[in-house]
């Protein structure tokens, strides 16, 4: 974490990476030397981004990303700009699946950066205020309606269509299915499409047929419901 120095900030919106942009190239750098950059507004706006090497800390640049808040002084970060800070923090655990370990520039050499409340803020092991709006990845909702098998979706096959299949199956009460929810059509996704076949005998083709097969897809959706 870093802030922009000794004096507030004022501005917000694009004219806060645009200063830092002045700045750093000025240094002759190349481009913002932050590989992310926070307003009051919560906005975020990409410096160097998450696939380039950034210029914020000598010694941390490569196994850190560095990310400031447009604050400066002892100026207070907006509990938006916090929340923004806190979701950078969570999307780069998740992209390296790790717990990555939270620091203030002065941690890595000597300076007064991040500032002392954005210092305070990120030994606190930098809690997301409560309220404002989270961004919230939108869920996949599953059809009302009875869809089409697609060709792809065949037994020993991977297909984004094989959870639908499953979720049916386990809905129609042929699971469990083990592995479950996945786009491979397993072995055990396999013998639960047998089972309902052996219920539902006019939609097989064979004995324990694993494959569900158009019309016996449309059917089981039907059964649960969809129209
Ligand atoms: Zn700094």
């Known amino acids: 974490m870093h802030y922009d120095g000794a004096h507030p900030i004022t501005r917000t919106g694009p004219a806060v990476p645009r200063a830092i942009e002045r700045a750093h190239l000025a240094q002759k750098w190349s481009g913002i030397g932050y590989n992310f950059v926070i307003d009051q507004n919560g906005a975020i706006f990409e410096g160097r981004g998450w696939n380039h090497q950034g210029a914020h800390c000598p010694g941390h640049n490569r196994s850190g990303w560095g990310v400031q808040i447009a604050v400066g002084g002892d100026q207070k970060p907006s509990d938006a700009a916090l929340r923004s800070a806190r979701a950078l923090y969570d999307e780069a655990c998740r992209r390296t699946g790790r717990t990555l370990a939270k620091k ?97 005998p006019k939609f097989r083709t064979g004995q324990h047929d694993p494959d569900i097969g158009p019309r016996g897809f449309v059917a089981l959706q039907k059964q649960a419901g969809r129209r």
């Not at 007064?112 to 205020?129: Q, S």
């Open 104 to 200: 203030g520039h002065k941690d890595g050499i000597a300076t007064l950066c991040p500032g002392g409340p954005l210092y305070v803020w990120v030994k606190a092991g930098m809690p997301a205020p409560a309220g404002g709006t989270k961004p919230k990845p939108p869920a996949p909702k599953p059809s009302s309606k009875i869809v089409a098998l697609h060709g792809g979706v065949r037994p020993g096959a991977r297909h984004s269509q094989v959870r639908d299949l499953q979720q049916l199956l386990i809905k129609a009460g042929h699971g469990p299915i083990k592995g479950a929810v996945t786009d491979l059509y397993g072995p055990e996704t396999q013998r639960a499409v047998a089972r309902w076949h052996d219920l539902n």
